[in-house]
């Protein structure tokens, strides 16, 4: 289920809204997974990647950005991405709606905190077990969720290492992949070709032996 919903203005990390579980046993075991919430939006940018998951432990945290604004969400690990991606894409499209042009003008944390009533809302519907069931038609991009980036919260928060540059390293690592594909294959057609050419030179040698030695 979703226990921690932020939503973040990603220029500076600024709170615009958020919802907490509300069992009391909830809200003290969450004050860790906040506090990592917050971190980890202030270290946002606009080259950060636009959908990420971060593990956690037994919990995730998942984010899309969009506009400038970035929507987290802490689960447990075992919950559906494609869920709560569609829950994320869900609040995502009714906060632009509703404040997506007031975003770049506030200055205090959680200007936009009434929007809490929708997210309340919109979560129960998500955690509904017949949405649970239903996951083909959720309203949602996001056509391949294992394309998704994913990394470890502790990792990025501890080495302080922005996520954009974790972005650049699978970048970097897919283009050597790309590379070590095209060098493999060029190295089997240059073997290829060696194993034609060494045959050939055997038989035209085989030819002239028979030619002048039994002839």
Not at 33 to 46: D, V
Not at 71 to 88: Q, T
Not at 104 to 126: A, G, H, L, N
Request: aromatic share 10%; charged share 25%; proline share 2%.
């Amino acid at each position: 289920m979703v226990l921690l919903t932020m939503i973040a203005r990603v220029a500076d990390g600024l709170p615009l809204a958020a919802s907490m579980q509300e069992d009391e046993q909830s809200g003290r075991d969450l004050q860790h997974y906040q506090s990592q919430a917050k971190q980890l939006c202030r270290k946002l940018n606009a080259q950060s990647p636009n959908r990420c998951t971060l593990e956690a432990g037994v919990m995730s945290f998942h984010y899309v950005l969009e506009h400038g604004v970035c929507y987290l969400a802490l689960c447990e690990a075992v919950f559906p991405k494609r869920l709560v991606f569609g829950y994320l894409e869900d609040l995502q499209t009714e906060f632009h709606e509703q404040h997506g042009k007031k975003v770049s003008t506030v200055s205090r944390p959680y200007s936009f905190i009434e929007f809490d009533t929708y997210i309340q809302k919109t979560k129960k519907t998500y955690i509904d077990s017949r949405a649970r069931r239903n996951l083909g038609s959720i309203n949602t991009e996001l056509q391949d969720v294992q394309r998704i980036m994913v990394a470890n919260i502790e990792e990025v928060l501890q080495r302080g290492e922005a996520l954009s540059a974790l972005d650049t390293k699978a970048s970097n690592l897919s283009s050597l992949s790309k590379k070590y594909r095209s060098d493999a294959k060029y190295l089997n057609t240059r073997s290829t070709y060696a194993k034609i050419a060494a045959g050939a030179v055997f038989f035209i040698t085989l030819i002239v032996y028979v030619r002048f030695w039994w002839i």
